[in-house]
């Protein structure tokens, strides 16, 4: 399994930006889809963006398309979220997850069984 640590939460304005990121270690990151999901105070947690092993493959919750832009680079172990034009709906823990052999770029929770400890995002005035 791979380990995963999430970085670059923090505090922003409404319509601001943010970039997270994701170190992974721990296996051929190759065979490993990498997803991002969120979970805000009271909710479920939700499926956000995913990319593909190699990166030619992503996928968007309805929410975040046009905002959100998922990425990754294997030679450096990362894997990346660049979210603009935030706003208080998008407050939450934000979470990057790897899935081992999937066909595809799924955002359902129980097909990742490997998770980083989460990063809070805050947007707000």
């Known amino acids: 399994q791979l380990q995963l640590v999430e970085s670059g939460g923090g505090l922003v304005q409404p319509g601001g930006s943010l970039r997270l990121s994701c170190a992974l270690s721990g296996g051929t990151l190759d065979w490993y889809v990498i997803g991002w999901f969120r979970q805000a105070p009271g909710k479920e947690r939700e499926g956000v963006s995913c990319?593909?092993?190699?990166?030619?493959?992503?996928n968007y919750a309805r929410t975040v398309t046009g905002r959100f832009s998922t990425s990754r680079d294997n030679a450096k172990k990362m894997a990346y979220l660049e979210m603009n034009n935030l706003n208080s709906e998008d407050t939450a823990v934000y979470y990057c997850a790897a899935a081992r052999g999937q066909i595809g770029c799924p955002l359902v929770t129980g097909v990742y069984d490997s998770w980083g400890l989460g990063t809070q995002v805050i947007v707000s005035v």
């Open positions: 990319v593909s092993g190699r990166g030619y493959r992503t």
